[in-house]
Structure formats: C-alpha cells, structure tokens
C-alpha cells in the first residue's frame, strides 16, 4: 500500500514469486483486504486519506485482521511515527529508501514465522 | 467625429482583436497538445523499458540493450533509472548507478554541472546526489566549494546528503562558514548530515573537538545529540566547559537529547554552578531528559530561581521524573507566585508522553538551540 507508483512497481517486481494486490491509498487498502484477506501487508505510513497508521489502527480493532502481518514502510524522517506503528501492533519497519533483498527477506521471515504459529 | 470612433475602422479593430485571440488560443492549444504528445509518447517508452529495469534489480543482472540504448529509449532508460534509483539503497542502488554509469549518464550529468546556467548545474547536482559515486561526490564537494550560484552550492550540500560516505561529511562540515560569508544556511548543510546518519559520525566527533571554528563546533553537537551518537557523549561533556557561550549551549542541550544517565552529573554542575541562563535552562531541560532521580533535589530548589526560563524548565523537568518529581511539584504547586504557577503548569503537561518541552508561549530560542541559528554578535552573517 503506496500512493508512489514507483514505489509499487519496486514491490511487486521485488515480490513477484507472490501473489501481490497494490493499493494506492488507506481506502483502497482497507476495501482490497475486507474483499481478500493477505497473508502479509506493506502499508506505507504517509498517504493521502487515511494514513498507514489509521488504516493499522482499524485493522487491530476488526478481530479478523487483528493478526495480520504489517510492515510499515516509512520515510528517514518519519522513523519517530515507527514507535507509534509498533504500540497499534506492526511487526516489523522499513525505511525508504529502501533494498529490495532486505524487504524480501523480511517479508519471508514474517510468514514463515506466522505460518509456524 | 475623430476617426477611430468610424464604425468601419471599429470594426476592423475588432476583428483583428479577435484574430489575435484566436491565434493566441490556437497557439496554447497546439502548445498543450504538443506536450501531451510528447509525454504520451515518453510513457508508452518508459512502460517499455520499466520492466527491464525492475528485472535488472531484482536478477542483479544489468540489462545490455538498456546499456546501449540509444536517441529517445536512450533517455528513456536514463528517466526511469533516475527515478527507482531516488527509491532504493544497497545492492539495487548501485547496479543502478551502474547502469548509469555504463550508459555515459553519469559523465553526461558531471559535465553538465560544468554549464553556464545556474539551473542547469543545479540540476545536474541534484541528479548526482543520486548517483552517490565516488566521481559524483568528489564533483559535488567542488560544487559545494567553488560555485558561483549559491543555489547550485545549495543543491550539492543537500545532494551530499544522499552520499553516504565519510567524505561527504567532511566536505559538509568545512562548508559551515563562521563568518557566514558562504551563505549555504546552516540549516541546509546540518539536515544534510543529518540525512548521512551514523555515517556522519566520526567526521561530526572530529568536529566538536575543534575549538578553533566554535559555530561549526556547536553544530557538531547538536547533531551528534539528534543522531543519538552516544559514544560521543564523552566529547560533548567535555564541551561543556568551552570558552565559546553558544558551545557551551550546544554541549548541554546534545547532552540531554543523548539522554545518557552519566552525564546528569556534568548538567547539575550546569545547573547549579554557572551563571548564564541560557546554559542553566538548557541544563535543566536536559536532566528532564535524563531523569535521573538525583537530579529531582536540584530541579526542586530551581522552582524559585529568579530566572523564570530557568524555573520553567526546571518544573518541567521534575514533571518528566514520574512520581517523585510530581510529589515535589505539588507541594510547591499551592499558593500564588511565579512558583506555584510554574509547578501548577508543569503537573498538567506532565502527563504528556512527549517530555518536558517548553510550551508554544515560551520563546523556543530560549529552551532549546536549533537552525537557523542567530550567529552571536561578532561573527558577521
């Protein structure tokens, strides 16, 4: 979830052994994952509309998306809004700009391990 | 009847007004229609070569036919690669900055910082910051340097931002200019190093301990305290002690944004034995950092200081320090006078998460250091 394109195309080709839906706003988002739950989101913090934080907020509250993996992806100088991503129940951060590798790597670390639990 | 007034000269006006206009519309039109061609025609491209780019940084591999790609995919290729490049770092990065590189970009781009027009060079700059090369940062330390333009010196400070590498540090900090004759603002090159993060760091601690340059000294400081550096903490207690008042300043501030409980000692010897407000208030804005609980007898006994800055933070200080702190200032809290004024505000600020920051009514200058500074009289600018 990401309202740069560039940013979009970086993920889904990053990710492209996946299944990957984009969204380009909180709204879209919140719609794509009521229609079809995912096995793990990236949620861009600052959007237009409904901020990543928002949208992480309302996911905990709804007992189905409460265990949704996120990770958040945040600009350098947004990294102090991170905390606040983690106390609504992020699982992991990454911060733009970003490498590819790593964010996969995190991506499979995050559902191997919900897919343990 | 004058002449201009004749309806058939009226007329003839009149349509050659409307003429004009219909030409200028036309001429807009054709203008706008032109554009959106052309940028039409500029996405089908960028839509071609994307994908060989986002595959490129996914495989590792560097595509040839985007190296040798020519006329307009040429400039494609370059567009879209500039553009994942602002995007990415590691390994991505610099396959991209190699594909740059590969193409003649990247020299295209250093020679272009050589033009005569500002804006150009600017660009250029701007466009270097993400090539991040060894060749672009020797470039835009000279830019940062020897330009002209202090737009163009403006761009390559923010640009070496983006290059991560102790050089470009280096180059930053001997850029701040204590005279303040460069004009590249402090606030540009400090958010520039601040933007290298810990890469920052050494150049930044070399920096602090030059008594010789005290504006750049003072920075130095504040940002090692904004970067969180804390093996730096020795260095920044030392400063404390600096002949130079806006040293002196920086050293107490970096260390309370540090937050290290050892250096509670060094702010209460501030707090207490010296005599300049500035440094005093600062002091206690730091230990309210700190919170280190022998600090609440001192910050209690600053209630009353004849200063209010001082007794404002000290209030708010003791309000950071949980239970004990507000213990105090509720006692102090009853009554009239300045006193009970400033503990009544601190208990009800106190349970704010966000620490013991001065609220908007007090001149911030006076709580905290930051850019753009007020160069202390004596030192131009």
New interface residues.
């Given amino acids: 979830v990401d309202d740069e394109p560039d940013i979009r195309d970086l993920i889904s080709y990053t990710l492209e052994d996946c299944d990957v839906r984009v969204a380009s706003n909180g709204d879209q988002a919140l719609r794509e994952v009521a229609r079809q739950l995912p096995d793990i989101v990236i949620l861009d913090i600052m959007m237009p509309g409904i901020s990543g934080l928002r949208v992480l907020e309302l996911w905990r509250a709804d007992p189905v998306t409460a265990h949704l993996p996120v990770i958040l992806l945040t600009a350098k100088a947004q990294e102090t809004a991170v905390d606040r991503g983690f106390a609504l129940g992020a699982n992991d951060y990454v911060v733009k700009p970003f490498s590819p590798i790593e964010l996969a790597r995190r991506v499979a670390a995050l559902t191997t391990r919900q897919n343990r639990a | 009847m004058p002449g201009f007034l004749n309806p058939t000269v009226l007329l003839g006006l009149l349509a050659a007004g409307g003429a004009i206009g219909v030409a200028l519309l036309l001429l807009v039109a054709t203008r706008q229609a032109l554009r959106d061609l052309t940028r039409r025609r500029q996405d089908r491209l960028d839509s071609t070569v ?2 060989l780019i ?2 490129a ?2 495989s590792h591999r560097i595509p040839l036919d985007v190296v040798q790609a020519r006329g307009r995919r040429g400039r494609s290729a370059d567009r879209v690669t500039y ?2 490049l ?8 610099d396959l991209l900055a190699e594909i740059l590189e590969r193409r003649g970009t990247a020299a295209h781009t250093i020679r272009r910082t050589s033009k005569r027009r500002a804006h150009v060079r600017a660009c250029a700059a701007g466009l270097l910051g993400r090539i991040a090369s060894p060749a672009a940062q020797v470039r835009l330390e000279q830019l940062l340097r020897d330009d002209p333009s202090v737009r163009v010196r403006i761009v390559a400070a923010r640009a070496l931002g983006e290059v991560e590498m102790p050089g470009a540090a280096t180059a930053l900090l001997q850029a701040v200019d204590e005279d303040g004759t460069n004009a590249v603002p402090e606030g540009v090159i400090a958010s520039s190093l601040l ?1 290298q ?1 810990m890469t920052a760091a050494p150049a930044l601690r070399q920096a602090a301990q030059d008594p010789g340059r005290p504006f750049r000294q003072a920075m130095a400081m504040d940002l090692l305290g904004l970067l969180k550096d804390l093996a730096a903490w020795q260095i920044v207690a030392d400063n404390t002690c600096s002949a130079d008042p806006q040293v002196r300043l920086s050293a107490v501030g970096a260390l309370g944004e540090l937050g290290l409980r050892k250096a509670a000692h060094t702010l209460l010897a501030c707090l207490t034995e010296g005599n300049e407000t500035g440094v005093r208030s600062a002091a206690a804005w730091a230990l309210g950092r700190i919170r280190d609980p022998a600090s609440v007898a001192a910050l209690a006994r600053c209630l009353g200081d004849p200063d209010h800055r001082v007794a404002h933070n000290a209030a708010l200080a003791l309000a950071a320090h949980g239970k004990a702190g507000e213990h105090v200032l509720t006692q102090m809290a009853t009554g009239d006078g300045p006193t009970a004024a400033h503990a009544r505000e601190a208990l009800a600020h106190g349970a704010r998460p966000t620490g013991p920051r001065a609220p908007a009514a007090q001149p911030p200058a006076l709580d905290r250091p930051g850019y753009p500074r007020v160069r202390p009289p004596g030192r131009g600018g």
């Fill in positions: 994307r994908p986002l595959r940084v996914k553009r994942y602002a995007q990415v770092r590691g390994g991505a990065h933007a993060g």
